[in-house]
């Protein structure tokens, strides 16, 4: 149990741990008000039946009875009240810290290494950040702390009766924890498949669902809609089998202590009535403090079996957590690099991607320098979105070295080289906000620059002759629009800041002949002290560059 507490600790971090702890000590504290405001029934009973004979107990310093009530219900009343404030912090502190470790495994996920995602699926990634992260608040966090504040409540309970009565309790709690202690183990096996198999229909459901609604224009076209309906009616019937396995487990022990314990209060009636010695008043307390006692342990008893139990189907989460958390590669250091003034040279650069034989580019050696501009050609398949990438700095050579200004660039320098270059891909990603706000992608930008990258983009002669406008919502993934209003945003939103280098990866395409034209030309002459890269299929266009880096296997992969 300690090491799952510490392996716990160190998955949620230091400071949420200890946020944790806090509010499981004051649901522990509140615990114990309530068990000794079960313990002062017994003392209570005593001084009601001594008030009856006239005199109360000489420890009770002559107090009444009323007295004795007085101070029993003021201590019930503050057991009830702290409990109150405890269930309210343990529901902030658990769903709040729970979010928190969701933000900060999608914060993780947010800055790992572009090749690292080669290897992880998005859905996946999606699952854990959403579903799985909110599981654990449910299955971990929730159940811990409700687990520690009964289980304080039933020892302490059961030590006051272990004084009242040591044999009754003994044997009675002795029969009632073998029997959970048995139900436990034989479900142990059973509560972990039903978690894994959760874990794993959670995953399927936000792939289907990513995938159905990113094709689904093809879905619909090849008529695909019942194939992932019926995928993932089977993800949710699995959901539903280990929802309903988990109840029914949980819930079956409690059937099972009714049935003995109302067998035990019968034969305990059957001696006590058949016995010789009738039942005096010196046996009142004892039946009253079992009787207040019975009433909290018995549902608080099986509530440490059914938080036990839940913890068990969720533990597998905190298994799953550890293994994501140790896949993040840690972010490494990040150097300035100088703003660039000569250019980049690539030096018999080769990459190749995880787990592949054969590297994607190879052999790849030029030098672009400003103002020029370099046009990448090649058929599909050959590497030209390898080599952007390269460019940009989101993959580093597996071998030969990436030149800037003479000086080799390092893993470090990237996310400062990025600041200066800026990408159109070849299907802009659009969100949903309006054109403007795709554009500027939310950053403040004054209108006179705003204006001048639509005009080189050629999109303000869209909005004069459309139905369109700046504040115009673009839809989920720019469904409101035109491939060829999508690629104008995507270059408006590259042309925007005046940097070092330009990577325009197909930028003609879903345009006519003539706008794609005019649109070159003006980025040309707009840009002309960058480096403007070209990832192009027309040999129209790449005449236009200064020379073309054809990457066709007859290639020998050198510039020209």
Known sequence: MATNVQRFSALVGRESWSTYVKTYALGAVAALLETASIAAIFPLVAVILASHKGAAPAWFGGG???????????????????????????????????????????????????????????????????????????????????????????????????????????????????????????????????????????????????????????????????????????????????????????????????????????????????????????????????????????????????????????????????????????????????????????????????????????????????????????????GKSTLIDVIAGLLQPTAGVVQLDGTDRQTAHCRSWQKQLRYCPQSPVLFDVSIAENITLGQPCAPDRLQAALQLACFDEVLDGRNLSLGTFVGEQGQNLSGGQIKRIGIARAMLDDVAVYVLDEPTSNLDSATGSAMIARVFAAKAESIIFVVTHDHRLASLCDFVIDLSPQDDGSGV
């Open 64 to 382: 009444s009875a009323g007295s004795a009530f007085g101070l029993l219900g003021l201590l019930y009343v503050a057991g009830l009240a702290l409990r109150a404030v405890a269930i309210h912090q343990t529901a902030k502190v658990n769903l709040s810290q729970g979010y928190v470790f969701g933000a900060r495994l999608f914060e993780k996920a947010l800055n790992q290494p572009y090749e690292w995602h080669f290897s992880n699926h998005s859905s996946d990634t999606r699952a854990a950040i959403i579903s799985d992260a909110h599981d654990l608040i449910s299955f971990v966090t929730i159940p811990l702390g409700r687990l520690i504040s009964q289980a304080v409540l039933v020892v302490t309970v059961t030590a006051v009766l272990l004084v009242v009565h040591p044999v009754a309790t003994a044997v009675f709690g002795g029969a009632i924890v073998a029997i959970y202690g048995v139900i436990f183990v034989l479900l142990r096996g059973p509560l972990k498949l039903d978690a894994e198999s959760q874990i794993r229909a959670h995953a399927r459901r936000h792939r289907l669902s990513s995938e159905a609604f990113a094709a689904g224009r093809e879905v619909r076209l090849s008529h695909l809609e019942a194939r992932f309906v019926q995928d993932f009616e089977a993800a949710s019937d699995q959901l539903a089998r280990s929802g309903k396995n988990r109840t029914a487990f949980t819930e079956l022990p409690k059937l099972v202590l009714e049935a003995l314990i109302f067998t035990m209060l019968a034969w305990v009636l059957f001696f006590a009535l058949s016995s010789s010695t009738p039942i005096g008043a010196s046996y009142l307390p004892s039946l009253a403090v079992f009787a207040a006692a019975g009433l909290k342990l018995f549902p608080m008893g099986h509530q440490v079996f059914v938080n036990l139990a839940t913890l068990r189907s969720g533990w597998p989460l905190v298994t799953k957590f550890e293994q994501v958390f140790q896949g993040f590669q840690p972010r490494g250091p990040e150097l300035p690099c100088p703003p660039l003034r000569n250019g980049i040279a690539f030096k018999d650069v080769a990459f190749t991607y995880p787990g592949n034989a054969m590297p994607s580019i190879s052999g790849i050696s030029f030098a672009a320098h400003l103002g020029q501009k370099v046009a990448i050609t090649g058929p599909s398949g050959a």
